[in-house]
Antibody
């Protein structure tokens, strides 16, 4: 059974870099059938796509965050990670990692399995 | 960027009701639309993809329809566990985007 688990600090200082890791079990991030992504949800608000990584390590990021976002994968640990630099209070949110099945348009697809999410607060 | 507008933003319903939620895209997205259910404090769960295909394990009381710019999610025979927030997501065009959500409460 596929499981995704986010981990990382729950508190980050303004201007620092937010770093999160998603550990995948019951599936492989090396599989060409799937992509892996990050989504966030500010408290009481809606969902925002952050970025996606392919099994080959290619990344696709939301242009509204692009310059601050870095997504990478570690196939040896079956993990993928998110780094968001120069954070402000506006980056306070629950961060989810998720799987995306490869579609007709490859990485342009939907999220079929989600991790439980991790709340990250940006505050001094 | 494609904007997704959900309506209504909230609705009140009763157990046993049939409800319909609408998602309108700012441009043609063909059938590249998914629906999710999110309960308080929980991660979203996939319900429908391809506008009308039920995700494995999702009960048939959920149904989706539409193409182009107008889509609907219908839930028949509402049960207590269906009271949640529902989101649509388009995957036709970069960047991926979500609707603002529809909160369904008692």
């Amino acid at each position: 059974q596929l499981q995704l688990q986010e981990s990382g600090p729950g508190l980050v200082k303004p201007s620092d870099t937010l770093s999160l890791t998603c550990t995948v079990s019951g599936g492989s991030i090396s599989s060409s059938d799937y992509y892996w992504g990050w989504i966030r949800q500010p408290p009481g608000k809606g969902l925002q796509w952050i970025g996606t990584i392919s099994y080959r390590g290619s990344t696709y990021n939301n242009p509204s965050l692009r310059s601050r976002v870095s997504i990478s994968g570690d196939t040896s640990k079956n993990q993928f990670s998110l780094k968001l630099s120069s954070v402000t209070a506006a980056d306070t949110a629950v961060y989810y990692c998720a799987r995306l099945p490869r579609g007709i348009q490859l990485w342009l697809t939907y999220f079929d399995y989600w991790g439980q999410g991790i709340l990250v607060t940006v505050s001094s | 960027d494609i904007q997704l507008t959900q309506s209504p933003s909230s609705l009140s319903a009763s157990v046993g009701d049939r409800i319909t939620i609408t998602c309108r895209a700012s441009q043609d997205i063909s059938n590249s639309l998914a629906w999710f259910q999110q309960k308080p404090g929980k991660a979203p769960q996939s319900l429908i993809y391809g506008a009308s295909t039920l995700q494995s394990g999702v009960p048939s009381k959920f149904s989706g329809s539409g193409s182009g710019t107008d889509f609907t999610l219908t839930i028949s025979g509402l049960q207590s566990e269906d009271f949640a927030t529902y989101y649509c997501q388009q995957y036709s065009t970069y960047p991926l985007s979500f609707g603002g959500g529809t909160n369904v409460d008692i």
